[in-house]
């Protein structure tokens, strides 16, 4: 009977001590993944592969949360240890999506930005030939505020380049684009209704 004891005493205290303890290593290590992702800007460069970490991340959030759930000699952790490797391997893949991806961006931003420059030149250089006479006043002023607000929009693109947002710079380059086209076009119109009178 006292051996009876002694031996359950003992199977209690090996489950006691068998409790499985959670990952913190592999867990740690996929925290760190998706904060290099999120600095990497991967919500913006890379938004596919950055859901796909913030999936892997929440299984595994809640695979832990599972087992936290659970009496401690029932605990498991074999799970959640693979979902968190799986997450820090998504987490990685959408980092390095992100980088790439931010580098393509400069480089398109760049290509526009100098071609939205171009643009706007041909814009202005093409305000100063518009017809004047009668009744073209207000419309000549009018195209002059509308080069001078693109103006705006280059400076804007500028500082969004500089600031590293580079899909932002290269929507104000290709709204100062399409609006010195407009204005190119506007004037084109006016010469040859001018030339027409």
Same mark, same amino acid.
């Given at each position: 009977?006292?051996?009876?004891?002694i031996?359950?005493?003992?199977?209690?205290?090996? !489950?006691?001590?068998?409790?499985?303890?959670?990952?913190? +290593? #592999? /867990?740690?290590?996929?925290?760190?993944?998706?904060?290099? $992702?999120?600095?990497?800007? +991967?919500?913006?460069?890379?938004?596919?592969?950055?859901?796909a970490?913030?999936?892997a991340?929440?299984?595994?959030?809640?695979?832990?949360? $599972?087992?936290?759930q659970?009496? &401690?000699?029932?605990? &498991?952790?074999? !799970?959640?240890?693979?979902l968190?490797?799986?997450?820090?391997?998504?987490?990685?893949?959408?980092?390095?999506?992100? !980088?790439a991806?931010?580098?393509?961006?400069?480089?398109?931003? &760049?290509?526009?930005?100098?071609?939205?420059r171009?643009? !706007?030149?041909r814009?202005n250089?093409?305000?100063?030939?518009?017809?004047r006479? @009668?009744?073209?006043?207000? #419309?000549?002023?009018?195209?002059?505020?509308?080069?001078?607000? /693109?103006?705006?929009?280059?400076?804007?693109?500028?500082?969004?380049? #500089?600031?590293?947002?580079?899909?932002?710079a290269?929507?104000?380059?290709?709204?100062?684009? #399409?609006? $010195? @086209?407009?204005i190119?076009?506007? /004037?084109?119109?006016?010469?040859?209704?001018?030339?027409?009178?």
């Amino acid at each position: 009977m006292k051996a009876m004891r002694i031996s359950w005493a003992m199977a209690l205290g090996l !489950v006691l001590a068998g409790c499985a303890q959670p990952p913190n +290593a #592999d /867990i740690d290590a996929a925290h760190h993944a998706l904060d290099e $992702a999120r600095q990497a800007q +991967a919500a913006e460069y890379s938004p596919q592969a950055w859901n796909a970490a913030q999936d892997a991340e929440s299984k595994m959030q809640a695979e832990l949360n $599972a087992q936290e759930q659970r009496w &401690s000699a029932l605990r &498991s952790y074999t !799970v959640a240890r693979q979902l968190a490797q799986d997450t820090k391997v998504v987490a990685e893949r959408s980092r390095d999506e992100a !980088v790439a991806g931010m580098e393509k961006a400069k480089t398109e931003a &760049s290509t526009l930005m100098a071609q939205a420059r171009e643009e !706007v030149g041909r814009a202005n250089a093409a305000v100063t030939t518009a017809p004047r006479g @009668k009744g073209t006043e207000a #419309d000549l002023a009018s195209l002059k505020s509308d080069a001078a607000s /693109i103006d705006d929009t280059l400076n804007e693109m500028q500082k969004a380049f #500089d600031e590293g947002k580079y899909n932002d710079a290269k929507a104000k380059a290709q709204a100062a684009i #399409d609006a $010195a @086209k407009r204005i190119q076009g506007e /004037i084109e119109q006016a010469k040859s209704a001018h030339r027409a009178a």
